[in-house]
């Protein structure tokens, strides 16, 4: 069973940085697109950042200049590195990868709480 792992979540104060990570059970190469979404509470999920097997990557407009996704493909392991936090950036954050265009996997996810 494909398996993708969240890890990193936390409470912060805005400013403050974290990274998560997402261990996939299988080669990340894999998947196409993969990245992460995020839910706050009340509101639906929406994606933070993304990148395709070629490389290219794509962020939400709100996280621009202060998250960066990268990956190892020897760990078959994803990161989102996020700076600057703000309290809005709470949230649970979930990693998705898709598989064959259409088959989506989801990691349980894992919560992200920045205080003002």
């Known amino acids: 069973q494909v398996q993708l792992v969240e890890s990193g979540g936390g409470w912060v104060q805005a400013g403050e940085s974290l990274r998560l990570s997402c261990a996939a059970s299988?080669?990340?190469?894999?998947?196409?697109?993969m990245g992460w979404y995020r839910q706050a509470p009340g509101k639906q999920r929406e994606l933070v950042a993304t990148?395709?097997?070629?490389?290219?990557?794509n962020y939400a407009d709100s996280v621009k200049g202060r998250f960066t996704i990268s990956r190892d493909n020897a760990k078959n392991t994803i990161y989102l590195q996020m700076n600057s936090l703000k309290p809005q950036d709470t949230a649970v954050y979930y990693c998705?990868?898709?598989?064959?265009?259409?088959?989506?996997?989801w990691g349980q996810g894992t919560q992200v709480t920045v205080s003002a």
């Open positions: 998705k990868g898709v598989r064959s265009g259409r088959y989506a996997s």
């Open positions: 299988r080669s990340i190469f894999t998947y196409d697109p």
């Open positions: 990148f395709t097997s070629d490389g290219s990557t």
